[in-house]
């Protein structure tokens, strides 16, 4: 058979609109090396790279008539240095200058006729320095036959990147008519499979969604009791689902590790970071209400689905098999930030009791190269496979090394991602830990969510409130 797509990533080219493109993205900010970081330097770190990952240079063909999902295909006139761009701020490179260079370039779509990923050298930050942002198609990064190009420039060295010889040579572009008896020759091989990849339209999407995330091992039916205890009950209305336009903006905010530490060491045994994380979401969205003029009751919610890395049973399982939904009811209706982060606790122990071992903080860290880009391209992938009836928010968290990385010999020293908005949803957040930090990366649609900096302030203002009550419980 054709290197096909499966249903699930073929879903994701059906459902994509000019107001909903399916990418996900990094912002990596690095201290330039004694020698510089040029525009060249990047070109061939990267080329050296994607040697090893052939579907960087491979692109997306459609079979005649959509009879069957698309093929991957190489591409005869690839580029590298169209999807390796080269940008500037003007002075004096402001944090709010590269967002808003972030807003504009993750709204516009990937061109669909070319290998899905594009990556820019965004020069003149202030000091001096330099970030690498990246845009990659979701259905690209399966974390089998690709990882996110955000993981594989960045080492935990500093190397001087020296060329490697490019061996690489495409293989002859299929025409309609190859695709078209390729896909007459699938069905006669294997009927029953390609029946079922033929589903792959918009109806395929929830059905592809749902295998998504029974691959996780021990946790396979505990994960469908989610989906189907969930689906029972639509997420609360609220401010944060309206219909979205085709820009977006995005803001950076950086919290130290410290703090969340601080508040599990005062809190109940039970009490993890990512708990503290999302108590402080939590009071983010309630305070960003209030400001608002919103009325928030006691019992008002906010259903956040949360991706999160499962223990398989088999040691050797993909990324892709390690990610499963967690749905948690964001207590956003409860004024104590203490019993905020109870509740929350509480919520979260229930989803592991069914069986599911999460993996720990430092077990991710220690993956190969920078595991969380990859990561919070599959926690995307679920997020946008997923009816958007059941959750009003996507939130990824991923733990990062403590340790410093590089690109080639730029140290990196802060990583934001950026996570792609779900039709209807005003509001991503994703958030990575690195060095002592804690970056949390904030896409929201630029005119549904004109306020985000509201937001992102009352993020800091969350995470003081919540260390001042556990620090002081008087």
Not at 126 to 135: L, Q, S
Not at 207 to 218: E, K, P, W
Not at 319 to 326: G, I, N, T, Y
């Amino acid at each position: 058979m054709a290197d096909r797509l499966s249903a699930l990533d073929a879903s994701f080219f059906y459902l994509q609109d000019r107001s909903t493109p399916m990418h996900v993205g990094s912002v990596m900010i690095f201290e330039p090396p004694e020698g510089g970081f040029e525009y060249e330097d990047l070109v061939s770190l990267v080329s050296n790279r994607i040697a090893f990952v052939p579907r960087y240079r491979q692109k997306v063909r459609h079979v005649p008539g959509r009879l069957l999902p698309p093929v991957w295909t190489d591409d005869e006139h690839f580029d590298v240095s169209y999807h390796v761009r080269r940008s500037g701020l003007p002075k004096p490179g402001t944090a709010a200058q590269l967002e808003e260079f972030v807003g504009r370039i993750q709204a516009r779509s990937l061109d669909p006729h070319r290998p899905l990923w594009e990556l820019y050298l965004v020069e003149g930050l202030e000091g001096g320095r330099f970030a690498i942002v990246t845009k990659t198609h979701i259905a690209l990064v399966d974390g089998i036959h690709a990882i996110d190009i955000g993981q594989i420039i960045v080492d935990q060295e500093a190397t001087r990147e020296q060329p490697i010889p490019q061996a690489w040579r495409a293989s002859r572009t299929p025409s309609g008519l190859d695709l078209l008896l390729g896909a007459v020759g699938d069905v006669a091989r294997n009927p029953l499979s390609v029946a079922h990849l033929a589903t792959s339209g918009v109806r395929g999407a929830t059905a592809g969604a749902q295998r998504l995330v029974r691959q996780g091992g021990a946790g396979a039916a505990s994960a469908a009791g989610v989906l189907a205890r969930v689906a029972t009950r639509p997420a609360p209305d609220s401010p944060l689902n309206r219909s979205i336009s085709v820009h977006r903006r995005f803001q950076m905010v950086s919290t130290q590790l410290a703090d969340y530490r601080r508040i599990r060491a005062q809190s109940a045994e039970t009490v993890t970071v990512h708990d503290v994380v999302l108590a402080t979401i939590t009071g983010a969205l309630r305070g960003w209400l209030l400001a608002r003029g919103e009325v928030v009751p006691g019992g008002e919610r906010v259903r956040a689905l949360v991706p999160f890395s499962v223990q398989p049973e088999d040691t050797d399982t993909h990324l892709a098999e390690e990610v499963s939904p967690m749905f948690v009811d964001l207590p956003v209706g409860e004024a104590r930030p203490k019993m905020r982060l109870h509740q929350i606790a509480y919520a979260t122990s229930q989803h592991l009791d069914g069986g599911r071992s999460a993996i720990d903080a430092a077990s991710i860290a220690e993956l190969a190269g920078f595991a969380p880009p990859t990561l919070h391209s599959l926690g995307a992938r679920l997020g946008s496979a997923m009816s958007r009836r059941l959750f009003n928010l996507v939130v990824t968290n991923v733990p990062g090394p403590q340790r410093t990385l590089y690109a080639g010999d730029a140290p990196m020293i802060e990583s934001y991602p950026v996570i792609p908005l779900p039709k209807g949803q005003t509001l991503s957040i994703g958030l990575t830990s690195y060095k002592g930090r804690v970056d949390f990366g904030l896409t929201a649609d630029r005119e549904a969510m004109s306020d985000l900096d509201l937001f992102g302030q009352c993020l800091v203002d969350a995470l003081a409130e919540l260390l001042d009550e556990t620090e002081d419980p008087a």
